[in-house]
T-cell receptor, first 112, second 109 residues
Framework: DAEITQSPRHKITETGRQVTLACHQT?????MFWYRQDLGHGLRLIHY???????NKGEVSDGYSVSRSNTEDLPLTLESAASSQTSVYFC???????????FGPGTRLLVL | GQNIDQPTEMTATEGAIVQINCTYQ??????LFWYQQHAGEAPTFLSY??LDGLEEKGRFSSFLSRSKGYSYLLLKELQMKDSASYLC??????????WGAGTKLIIKP
């Protein structure tokens, strides 16, 4: 069955370290998204991609970067982790022009 | 600015009906979505409205009024497994989803 996975599921890191969160989907979807979810806030878009070699900044992109070298993967990198980046991170994908986004299980990141 | 408002928390009784409201102010409108999210899990798609009116899907229905910037999600015959957060999201003129903070629904026996 097609799916979307994230790894690691839980991560503890220290401020200043570089961290990469993986997202892999086997839906063959063109569109992929990274969100963060914090208490009291809705999901907030970090970066998104509409296809290979395409990346775009979302609402809260500062301190994050992504790259899209193939259809299946969109890794999210925190260049220098900060305590404000402690959050739950969700990856999602959808077809081009699709109505529904399918979410991965999430990564809980704690920055100490 | 863009804004999605929904109640923070609601409580209902098993077997009853509950309506979760969502109001929005966004730059453009290209559809409204409802997602369900159980604690510690990923959001899962429930419904999509782009035209005014009611969309029914089993025990769940979703209503949209574009002129009022308003939607609701109606859950009938509530079950304990319906205890979850319900997220309202609007797709704006850039086809990006703008999300509300979610409504935590507590079902009591």
């Amino acid at each position: 069955d097609a799916e979307i996975t994230q790894s690691p599921r839980h991560k503890i890191t220290e401020t200043g370290r570089q961290v990469t969160l993986a997202c892999h989907q086997t839906w063959n979807h063109n569109n992929m998204f990274w969100y963060r979810q914090d208490l009291g806030h809705g999901l907030r878009l970090i970066h998104y991609s509409y296809g290979v070699q395409d990346t775009n900044k979302g609402e809260v992109s500062d301190g994050y970067s992504v790259s899209r070298s193939n259809t299946e993967d969109l890794p999210l990198t925190l260049e220098s982790a900060a305590s404000s980046q402690t959050s739950v991170y969700f990856c999602a994908s959808s077809t081009q022009g699709g109505e529904t986004q399918y979410f991965g299980p999430g990564t809980r990141l704690l920055v100490l | 600015g863009q804004n999605i408002d929904q109640p923070t928390e609601m409580t209902a009784t098993e077997g009853a009906i509950v309506q979760i409201n969502c109001t929005y102010q966004t730059s453009g409108f290209n559809g409204l979505f409802w997602y369900q999210q159980h604690a510690g899990e990923a959001p899962t798609f429930l419904s999509y409205n782009v035209l005014d009116g009611l969309e029914e899907k089993g025990r769940f229905s979703s209503f949209l009024s574009r002129s009022k910037g308003y939607s609701y999600l109606l859950l009938k015959e509530l079950q304990m497994k319906d205890s979850a957060s319900y997220l309202c999201a609007v797709r704006d003129s850039n086809y990006q989803l703008i999300w509300g903070a979610g409504t935590k629904l507590i079902i009591k026996p």
